[in-house]
C-alpha cells in the first residue's frame, strides 16, 4: 500500500523553528518529486514547496510566503521527506501535507497525501 | 502566479441532483488540471487528473472537462457521501495554485 505519514508538528512559539518529517512506504520514493501542502485552520489549500528528484538533481522551489524561511529535503535513504521551518510566524499556523507527486504520460497529481500534521505558532 | 477561480463557494443540493462545479485560471494552464475532494479532517484525494480523466476507484458519476482557461467538474447523481469540499489545482506553472474551494452540502 502507498502510505504518506507526517510527524513532527505541535506548538511553537513566533520566531521559532520546527522540522517536520514524512515517511513514505510502498512507492519507489527516490523516483518522485514530493511536495509540501499546508492548509491554515478553515481555510483552503497552500502549496509550499517542492523537491525534485536524483534524476532532475534535488532541486527544489517554493512558494513565496516561506522562501527563505523553510527549507525542503529528503533522504532516499530513508524514504524519507523533511521540512525545516525556521522564522516561524503566526500565520504559519495549519495542518501540513507532504503529498508524492505522481506523474504518468506527461500528466500529474498529488496522490497519495499523508494524514497531516497540525502547526500552531503562538506564544 | 495563475489565479484559480472556483464558482460556487458554497453549494446546497440533494441526492439525486446533478451538480457542476467551475474552475477559471487567470491564464491558460492546457488540461493541468486536478480536482481534489476533501472530507472533514481527512486529506484531500484526487478525483479528476489532466482535466478529465477519473482517477482509479472514483465512482463513474463525478467527471472533469475543460481546457485552457474554463474547466468543470460534475457529479452525475449525488449520493450522501459526496457531502465535502472539492478543490482545483493547476500545475501548468510554478507556484501550483489551487482554488478557494466549493463546500458542498447535501
Known amino acids: 500500500e502507498v502510505q504518506l505519514v507526517e510527524s513532527g508538528g505541535g506548538l511553537v512559539q513566533p520566531g521559532g523553528s520546527l522540522r517536520l518529517s514524512c515517511a513514505a512506504s510502498g512507492f519507489s520514493f527516490s523516483d518522485h518529486y514530493m511536495d509540501w501542502v499546508r492548509q491554515a485552520p478553515v481555510k483552503g489549500l497552500e502549496w509550499i514547496a517542492r523537491?525534485?528528484?536524483?534524476?532532475?538533481?534535488?532541486?527544489?522551489v517554493y512558494a513565496a510566503s516561506v522562501k527563505g524561511r523553510f527549507t525542503i529535503s529528503r533522504d532516499d535513504s530513508k524514504n524519507s521527506l523533511y521540512l525545516q521551518m525556521d522564522n516561524l510566524r503566526a500565520e504559519d499556523t495549519a495542518v501540513y501535507y507532504c503529498?508524492?507527486?505522481?506523474?504518468?504520460?506527461?500528466?500529474?497529481?498529488?496522490?497519495?497525501w499523508g494524514q497531516g500534521t497540525l502547526v500552531s505558532v503562538s506564544s | 502566479d495563475i489565479q484559480m477561480t472556483q464558482s460556487p463557494s458554497s453549494l446546497s443540493a440533494s441526492v439525486g441532483d446533478r451538480v457542476t462545479i467551475t474552475c477559471r485560471a487567470s491564464q491558460g494552464i492546457g488540461s493541468s488540471l486536478v480536482w481534489y475532494q476533501q472530507k472533514p479532517e481527512k486529506a484531500p484525494k484526487s478525483l479528476i487528473y489532466?482535466?478529465?480523466s477519473l482517477q482509479s476507484g472514483v465512482p463513474s458519476r463525478f467527471s472533469g472537462s475543460g481546457s485552457g482557461t474554463d474547466f468543470t467538474l460534475t457529479i452525475s447523481s449525488l449520493q450522501p457521501e459526496d457531502f465535502a469540499i472539492y478543490y482545483c489545482q493547476q500545475y501548468h506553472d510554478y507556484p501550483v495554485t489551487f482554488g478557494q474551494g466549493t463546500r458542498l452540502e447535501i
Open positions: 489532466a482535466a478529465s
Open positions: 523537491s525534485r528528484n536524483k534524476a532532475n538533481s534535488y532541486s527544489t
Open positions: 503529498a508524492r507527486l505522481y506523474c504518468a504520460s506527461g500528466v500529474c497529481q498529488s496522490a497519495p
